[in-house]
């Protein structure tokens, strides 16, 4: 059975976020390359986890965010993101790295680990000071118009 696509910027609230985001900054093709350079080589899209997979990583990586961060231990929760961003033998599960992402900045509210997360995922040129307050303020609005 083939894997179906996952299309980031469209495909999760997050991606969708950070689409309207840089669409108004004038720099969605900015935001759109940054996405791609996570494709290997070859490759034209990415795909869904499969359930089972999705569902324990985003059962085993929260708790493990929230320990890091009740320590102040920024780089480790760098470290375990870079893990997912890059991962050794498989290709990247971007499902799940937007999904982890979104619960860090909603279940974790720190601003500057979300930030960090954010570079890391796009690069420092594309995240600035105002980046994760606009993200929060827009994901608040668009969860409040859906209730």
Do not use: C
């Given at each position: 059975?083939?894997?179906?696509?996952f299309?980031?910027?469209?495909?999760?609230l997050?991606?969708q976020?950070?689409?309207?985001i840089?669409?108004e900054?004038?720099?969605?093709?900015?935001?759109?390359?940054?996405?791609?350079m996570?494709?290997k080589?070859?490759?034209?899209?990415f795909?869904?986890?499969?359930?089972?997979?999705?569902s324990t990583?985003?059962?085993i990586?929260p708790p493990?965010?929230?320990?890091y961060?009740s320590?102040?231990?920024?780089e480790?929760?760098?470290?375990k993101?870079?893990?997912?961003?890059?991962?050794?033998?498989?290709?990247?599960r971007?499902?799940?790295v937007?999904?982890?992402?979104e619960?860090?900045?909603?279940g974790l509210?720190?601003i500057?680990v979300s930030?960090?997360?954010l570079?890391?995922?796009?690069g420092?040129?594309?995240?600035?000071?105002?980046?994760?307050?606009?993200?929060?303020?827009?994901?608040?609005?668009m969860?409040?118009?859906?209730?």
């Amino acid at each position: 059975m083939q894997p179906y696509p996952f299309f980031p910027l469209e495909d999760s609230l997050l991606g969708q976020i950070l689409s309207e985001i840089y669409s108004e900054k004038g720099k969605l093709q900015n935001l759109q390359s940054a996405m791609q350079m996570y494709l290997k080589e070859g490759k034209t899209s990415f795909y869904f986890t499969p359930r089972t997979d999705k569902s324990t990583d985003l059962t085993i990586l929260p708790p493990v965010f929230r320990k890091y961060h009740s320590e102040n231990n920024l780089e480790a929760i760098k470290s375990k993101f870079g893990e997912l961003l890059h991962p050794p033998s498989k290709d990247i599960r971007m499902d799940v790295v937007l999904e982890l992402l979104e619960w860090v900045l909603t279940g974790l509210a720190s601003i500057e680990v979300s930030q960090e997360l954010l570079k890391l995922l796009l690069g420092d040129d594309l995240v600035d000071s105002e980046t994760i307050p606009m993200v929060i303020e827009k994901y608040e609005k668009m969860v409040t118009a859906e209730l």
